[in-house]
């Protein structure tokens, strides 16, 4: 998930790290979420709108800004998407004891 849309039709930017939201901001004219309408600090990895990401979601990525200091600082983050298939994976295995 890399957005949500909120009841009255504002949407929130997800970010692909920690999963913070943004406030929630009108859509631009051309229906997607700016850059330049997210608070200060926000980042974007730009997508096309109908590129489809691993974990299902679409379009461009987000970090928020505390993410964005630990990606500067040279740290190494796994993504939201990254953690959930390797759960699953993991979950899924059946052991046979062999």
């Keep these: 998930m890399n ?4 009841a009255s039709g504002r949407v929130r930017a997800c970010c692909e ?3 913070r939201m943004s406030r929630a ?3 631009a004219s051309d229906g997607r979420l ?3 309408d997210l608070p200060r600090g926000w980042s974007e990895a730009p ?3 109908t590129f489809t ?6 379009g461009s990525l987000w970090q928020c800004p505390a993410c964005v200091r630990r990606l500067e600082r040279g740290e190494g ?3 939201r998407a990254d953690r959930a298939h390797s ?3 993991t979950g899924s295995e059946v052991h046979t004891g062999t």
């Design 77 to 79: 983050l796994p993504s």
């Design 47 to 49: 997508f096309r709108p």
């Design 53 to 58: 990401h691993p974990d299902g979601s679409t």
């Design 25 to 27: 901001v009108a859509l």
């Design 87 to 89: 759960a699953a994976t």
């Design 3 to 6: 957005t949500v849309t909120t």
């Design 17 to 19: 790290f920690c999963g």
């Design 34 to 36: 700016s850059l330049f």
